[in-house]
């Protein structure tokens, strides 16, 4: 799970899920990829159930629907925005 959201795109493809439902075009558009790269990526995270589709007449929506996932995600976006307004910077990499 944790290897799945350590890439930057599909970090950024979970977390537009997180508020609402998404369709694959929108979603998309919104993160600035095509279609079929973010095609791609969420059907790795619907195959690690970190996301779940729906489909609501001729387009498929995107949601995190699982509270664990939900609630991990917000903890850590939360977390990383206190971190932002404290002014703290990134520790230095270990050698």
């Known amino acids: 799970m944790f290897w799945l959201m350590s890439d930057p795109t599909r970090l950024r493809i979970i ?11 929108e979603m ?3 993160i600035g990829i095509s279609a079929s790269l973010a095609s791609h990526h969420l059907r790795l995270l ?23 996932i939900r609630s991990m995600l917000s903890d ?4 990383v925005a206190e971190g932002e307004a404290e002014g703290e910077s990134a520790p ?3 050698p």
């Open 15 to 25: 977390l537009a899920c997180l508020a609402e439902p998404s369709p694959v075009g």
């Open 92 to 94: 230095p990499a270990s």
């Open 28 to 30: 998309a558009e919104r």
């Open 76 to 79: 850590m976006v939360d977390h």
């Open 46 to 68: 619907r195959a690690a159930r970190l996301l779940q589709a729906e489909r609501r007449g001729r387009q498929v929506l995107y949601a995190v629907t699982d509270g664990h």
